[in-house]
C-alpha cells in the first residue's frame, strides 16, 4: 500500500501544471493535511485518555463540533478578512492551527478538547476555501485548473493513508504527545510555503460584483447568495447531498459493517477506507481527460447517480447477506463517484465565477458541502436503530439520487445557447453544464 501511493504521488506531482507558485501552494496544501492527519490519530488517543469507554462519544462530538466550525465560521470569517490579502489570510490561519496544535498536549478536560477543535477547523475553515479561490486564479487554463484541483483530491485520499503510517512510526518511538509536535511542524512548513510562494499581498476588494456589499451579515451570506443568484451554482448546492451521503455512510457505517456484520479485525477496516480512497484517486487522475469530452454537469450529475447505485447495493447486499469482496467492490465505486462530484464542482465554480467574487463563491461552497453532513451523518448513525440497517443506505441512496436529478433539471433551465443571465461567464454556461 505505502509503495502504491509513492508511485501515485509521483505520478501526480509529474503532472502538476509547471506554475511555480502552484506548486508551492501545492506542497504547503499537502503537509498540511500531514498535519491534520497526525492531531486526528493523537485527538483519539487523547480522548481516550481522558474519557475512557465513552472516547467514542467525544471523537463523535468532536465530529460534530468541527462540521459546525466548517459551516457557521467559514463565511463569518470571509467576512471578517474580506478586505485582506489571501496569502495573509492563510498564514494567519496556519498561525492560529499551530497555536491550537501546541496547546494540545496540556489538554485536561473534554470540554478542551471541544474547544480547541473548534478554534482549529475554524482556522481551516478560514483556509481552505481561500486556497481553493487562490488556485483558479493562479491556474488560469481551464485543463491545468482541472489537473490542479485533480491533484488536490488526490492528495486529500493518499494523506489518509500516508498520516496512520507515519503516526506509527512516530508512536513506536515515543508517546503520543508527539504527533501534537508533528501537527504543529506541518502547519509551520505550510505558513513558510504560503509566505514564500510569490503569491502578491494586494489587498481584496470588499465588494462583489457591481452592487455593494453592505453590512457583516451581506458580507458574511453574500457568496451563498451569489450561488443561489447563478444557474450553474445553484444545480452545485444540490449535488453537494449526493456527495455527503455517500461519505457519511463510509465514514459511520465502515467500522460498523467490518467489525459487527462481517466480523473482521481492524486491519480489514483499514483495507476498506483504501479500497474507497482508490476508487477516489482513480476517478481524480481520469477527471482531467473525461473533462475534455465531458461537460462539468454531465460529471456532477453522472457522480451522482453513481453514488446512488451503489448505496443501493449496499442495501441488497445488507438485505441478502453481506460479503466482503461485494462490500469492497461497493467501497471503490462510491469512491470514484464521490471524487467525480468533487473535481467537477470544483472546474464548475472556476467557471462561472471571476476574481471579484471567486472567494465569497468558494467560501460559500465550502460551507454549504459541509452544511449536508448535519443531515446525513445523523441519519448515517441514527438510522439502522430507527428504520434497520438495510434501509438507511437506501435512504441515503434517495437522497443522492434526488440530489442529482433536482441539479440536472435546474441546469437544463439554462438555454441551449448558454445565455444564463446569472452567470459570470455567459458563454461558458451551456458548455460547462449539460453540453
Not at 498561525?95 to 475554524?122: D, K, N, T
Not at 493562479?138 to 489537473?147: G, I, K, L, N, S
Not at 459511520?252 to 476498506?272: H, P
Not at 464548475?348 to 449536508?372: E, G, I, K, M, N
Request: with cysteine.
Amino acid at each position: 500500500m505505502r509503495i502504491c501511493a509513492h508511485v501515485t504521488y509521483s505520478r501526480v506531482v509529474a503532472a502538476l501544471p509547471d506554475i511555480p507558485t502552484f506548486r508551492r501552494l501545492f506542497t504547503a496544501q499537502v503537509v498540511s493535511l500531514l498535519g491534520t492527519g497526525l492531531m486526528t490519530v493523537a485527538l483519539g488517543l487523547l480522548a481516550f485518555d481522558l474519557a475512557g469507554r465513552d472516547a467514542g462519544t467525544v471523537l463523535g462530538s468532536a465530529l460534530a463540533v468541527k462540521m459546525i466550525a466548517y459551516v457557521v465560521m467559514a463565511p463569518v470569517m470571509r467576512a471578517v478578512c474580506a478586505r485582506l490579502p489571501a496569502r495573509t489570510v492563510m498564514v494567519g490561519a496556519d498561525a492560529v492551527r499551530v497555536l491550537m496544535a501546541a496547546a494540545l498536549p496540556w489538554v485536561g478536560e473534554v470540554w478542551q478538547i471541544y474547544l480547541l477543535v473548534f478554534a482549529l477547523q475554524s482556522a481551516s475553515a478560514t483556509f481552505t476555501p481561500t486556497f481553493q479561490s487562490v488556485i483558479a486564479t493562479v491556474v488560469p487554463d481551464r485543463d491545468d485548473y482541472t489537473r490542479a484541483v485533480s491533484a488536490s483530491r488526490i492528495a486529500y485520499d493518499l494523506e489518509s493513508v500516508a498520516s496512520p503510517m507515519i503516526a506509527a512510526v512516530l508512536l513506536g518511538m515515543m508517546g503520543y504527545s508527539c504527533l501534537f509536535v508533528g501537527t504543529a511542524v506541518g502547519f509551520t512548513a505550510s505558513a513558510v510555503l504560503v509566505v514564500t510562494s510569490g503569491l502578491p499581498t494586494v489587498r481584496r476588494a470588499a465588494d462583489v460584483g457591481s452592487a455593494t456589499v453592505r453590512g457583516f451579515w451581506g458580507r458574511a451570506t453574500v457568496g451563498l447568495q451569489i450561488m443561489w443568484s447563478r444557474t450553474a451554482l445553484r444545480g452545485l448546492l444540490c449535488a453537494n447531498v449526493a456527495a455527503a451521503a455517500t461519505t457519511a455512510v463510509v465514514v459511520v457505517g465502515s467500522v460498523v459493517y467490518i467489525r459487527s456484520t462481517l466480523r473482521f479485525g481492524d486491519s480489514m477496516l483499514a483495507v476498506a477506507l483504501a479500497v474507497f480512497g482508490a476508487g477516489s484517486v482513480a476517478a481524480a487522475l481520469a477527471s482531467p481527460r473525461l473533462l475534455r469530452t465531458v461537460t462539468a454537469g454531465r460529471i456532477v450529475v453522472g457522480g451522482s447517480m453513481v453514488c446512488a447505485s451503489g448505496l443501493t447495493g449496499l442495501a441488497i447486499m445488507l438485505a441478502f447477506g453481506p460479503e466482503l469482496v461485494a462490500l469492497l467492490a461497493l467501497w471503490l465505486v462510491l469512491g470514484a463517484g464521490t471524487s467525480l462530484i468533487t473535481t467537477a464542482s470544483m472546474r464548475l465554480l472556476r467557471d462561472h465565477t471571476d476574481d471579484r467574487d471567486r472567494d465569497a463563491v468558494f467560501t460559500a461552497q465550502f460551507s454549504a458541502s459541509h452544511a449536508a453532513f448535519l443531515v446525513t451523518y445523523p441519519v448515517a448513525g441514527w438510522g439502522p436503530g430507527v428504520v434497520g440497517p438495510s434501509v438507511t443506505p437506501l435512504l441515503l441512496a434517495a437522497f443522492a439520487a434526488v440530489a442529482g436529478l433536482a441539479a440536472l433539471r435546474i441546469w437544463r433551465r439554462v438555454e441551449p445557447s448558454g445565455h444564463d443571465r446569472a452567470a459570470r461567464s455567459p458563454t461558458m454556461a451551456g458548455e460547462a453544464l449539460t453540453g
